[in-house]
């Protein structure tokens, strides 16, 4: 069994919209959908925005669904200045960039006893990876794929000084706000998981209307990868992590 999560509607529907076999259920008010995806079981998951929401989806899909391996798939402001609107991040890590106890000497997006950066399983990312290449030919008009950090946290940014700081801080190549709480939830859980996102904006002072225009292009390619890796991805052949490729 794989789960799959989405933020929004626009995350998950086209998924939705190939699955067969479906049944729904409600937990916490968040809707459920089991079946079948190209032969694949899979339970997904809308868990609505921000960090609470996505913590309780989690948890939610981990206990009534019993998943082997976990995905967040969605979409993401981008960090550096290269990047473009339908570019692909896979996560090597995840950061809560907003928990701060610095002062007690911790640095941003630690908490005591756990891991500051939060790894995605290296199956999970090889596999992902793997299926961009099948997903994409290339060309000038493709995405670009990209491997790091994506740093989590409740604010919707849209500010020079902000992404900067995430750039410095975390060397973080995206910023969202549920992939960390995910990711901690599944580490918690004992559970491979991967983030998969793609940019919608920029980050920057107009990343609201770059958001309201690029968000169509940007699900369409999440789909594109995501209608490529799903098939393959409870395999137990394990794919090359291409994190460090050059």
């Known amino acids: 069994m794989l789960g799959i999560i989405g933020a929004m ?7 939705l919209n190939e699955m067969t076999d479906t049944s729904e259920s ?13 032969g694949t079981e899979i339970a997904l998951a809308q868990s609505g925005i921000g960090k609470v929401n996505a913590t309780i989806c989690t948890q939610i ?14 979409v993401a402001g981008g960090l550096l200045p290269n990047m473009q609107a339908g570019d692909i991040i896979i996560a ?3 950061v809560q960039y ?14 005591p006893g756990r891991d500051r950066l939060i790894e995605c399983h290296p199956d999970l990312v090889g596999k992902a990876t793997a299926a961009f290449d099948i997903a994409f030919s290339g060309d000038k008009t493709e995405p ?11 604010r919707f940014v849209q ?33 491979p998981f991967v983030v998969i996102r793609t940019l919608s904006d920029a980050s920057s002072e107009s990343a609201s209307g770059d958001f309201e225009k690029n968000l169509h292009k940007a699900c ?17 052949k394990p794919e090359k992590d291409r994190r460090n490729r050059s």
């Not at 899909?61 to 969605?74: A, R, V």
């Not at 500010?159 to 918690?188: H, I, N, P, S, V």
């Open 159 to 191: 500010d020079t000084d902000m992404l900067r700081w995430l750039q410095r801080e975390f060397a973080a190549l995206a910023t969202e706000m549920e992939g960390a709480a995910f990711g901690y939830t599944c580490t918690l859980n004992n559970l």
């Open 92 to 94: 090597s890590h995840v």
């Open 220 to 236: 369409q390619n999440s789909f594109r990868l995501m209608d490529q890796m799903i098939p393959n991805v409870m395999e137990d």
């Open 61 to 74: 899909l981990i206990d009534m669904y019993k998943p082997q391996k976990l995905i967040f798939s969605g």
């Open 98 to 111: 907003d928990m701060d106890l610095t002062a007690f000497g911790r640095r941003h997006g630690e908490t």
């Open 26 to 38: 409600v937990h916490a008010g968040i809707t459920v959908t089991h079946g079948s995806y190209k």
């Open 144 to 154: 670009n794929l990209m491997l790091g950090t994506i740093a989590s946290g409740d």
């Open 9 to 15: 509607s626009e995350e998950v529907q086209l998924l």
